[in-house]
């Protein structure tokens, strides 16, 4: 009889058991109440940008190389110009315009890494405050503006002053 009663328990705390994990199983199984919808923010990069005190600061700095390198190529022509002036012959016309070129393609290079470089420290900082903002506004998704037809919250202006924050020398009042 004991091991009867033994053998009941056991069964009785299977059941009981069994009944706990068909219920987890349904309830994992039951629809789950829906999640609030996503909020959509939109900003307007090229206004950003434009705004962007270091974004015009690394514009007029990527000019300046530039007009270097164009006035590289000036020279250059300048002095290959002179060479057949001087009815030099043509082996050395043709190792002077090579070292020319050789000396233009370099420097071409370097402001092509500049100028990558430095668009991507921009588009760091741009997407940076664009996240931060997003993140005050409590928005899940950022979509660029002119693709949004209706709807969403505007954050440019806030990604905007957060951009001037940034770059205002301290103890400067922004706008």
Same mark, same amino acid.
């Given at each position: 009889?004991?091991?009867?009663?033994?053998?009941?328990?056991?069964?009785?705390?299977?059941?009981?058991?069994?009944?706990?994990?068909?219920?987890?199983?349904?309830?994992?199984?039951?629809?789950?109440?829906?999640?609030?919808?996503?909020?959509?923010?939109?900003?307007?990069?090229?206004?950003? /940008?434009? $705004?962007?005190?270091? &974004? !015009?600061?690394? *514009? =007029?700095?990527?000019?300046?190389?530039?007009?270097?390198?164009?006035?590289?190529?000036?020279?250059?022509?300048?002095?290959?110009?002179?060479?057949?002036?001087?009815?030099?012959?043509?082996?050395?016309?043709?190792?002077?315009?090579?070292?020319?070129?050789?000396?233009?393609?370099?420097?071409?290079?370097?402001?092509?890494?500049?100028?990558?470089?430095?668009?991507?420290?921009?588009?760091?900082? /741009?997407? $940076?405050?664009?996240? &931060? !903002?997003?993140? *005050? =506004?409590?928005?899940?998704?950022?979509?660029?503006?002119?693709?949004?037809?209706?709807?969403?919250?505007?954050?440019?202006?806030?990604?905007?002053?957060?951009?001037?924050?940034?770059?205002?020398?301290?103890?400067?009042?922004?706008?």
């Amino acid at each position: 009889m004991r091991y009867l009663h033994l053998g009941l328990a056991f069964v009785t705390s299977a059941v009981i058991i069994g009944s706990s994990v068909s219920q987890t199983l349904a309830q994992a199984q039951a629809p789950q109440a829906p999640k609030p919808q996503s909020t959509i923010g939109l900003v307007d990069r090229d206004k950003v /940008v434009l $705004a962007y005190p270091r &974004a !015009e600061q690394l *514009a =007029k700095e990527l000019k300046r190389e530039e007009d270097r390198v164009h006035k590289m190529i000036e020279d250059g022509n300048k002095q290959l110009e002179e060479a057949k002036a001087a009815k030099k012959p043509p082996a050395d016309l043709e190792g002077l315009q090579r070292r020319l070129q050789e000396q233009i393609d370099g420097e071409v290079k370097k402001v092509q890494s500049k100028a990558q470089s430095l668009e991507s420290q921009l588009e760091s900082e /741009v997407n $940076a405050a664009i996240k &931060a !903002e997003a993140a *005050a =506004k409590r928005v899940d998704i950022v979509l660029w503006k002119p693709v949004v037809f209706m709807g969403g919250v505007d954050l440019t202006e806030g990604v905007m002053k957060r951009l001037q924050v940034a770059t205002a020398p301290t103890g400067a009042k922004v706008k």
